[in-house]
């Protein structure tokens, strides 16, 4: 048995390394709604998502939902520093909430792959565990590809992380 074999590194999380997310992102991101996916590969970035609503016209029925994704500059020990977001699926409107997720290639980290299908109030939350739609019906699903914040101090790059207040984090 394979897992038998491994052994931990770790049998339980050292305090050190344990973060909670009040004290790793400024209070505005937590207020503001911002729903926490997790680490880049490499650990240097904390990414996260926002969700808002548009109804368009007064007349118009249609309720669309917007997201956006954005990256962290994670230092321990200090309040991570929003450096970049980048658009979703186009930014065309979804007419649903979406379970969120997201991916980077094995060997390169400069890429992350994000990924939406339409959730619905009888979804577990286990993708494995998803029915197929009904006969006519269909799933929804969208995806961005998109590259990792430059950290090499080019100058494009730190006007728009400079231009992040810290009350301005939605």
Known sequence: NRVSEEAKVF???PGRLAFFIRDAVPNSALTSG?????FSRCGQFLISYTQTNTENEQFDLSFNYYYRLHWWLFTP???ARKIAEV??????????????S??????????????GYDATESDTGDPSEMTE???GGSLHCYMTVTTVPSLQNCQACVRVANSYDADDMA
Request: charged fraction near 10%; glycine fraction near 10%; include cysteine.
């Open 11 to 13: 049998s339980r999380l």
């Open 34 to 38: 911002h729903v926490f996916l997790g």
């Open 77 to 79: 020990y200090a309040k």
């Open 87 to 100: 658009t979703l699926f186009t930014d065309q409107g979804v007419s649903g909430n979406l379970h969120m």
């Open 102 to 115: 997201f991916c980077q290639w094995p060997g390169d980290m400069s890429r992350v792959w994000v990924y």
């Open 133 to 135: 739609p009904a006969p």
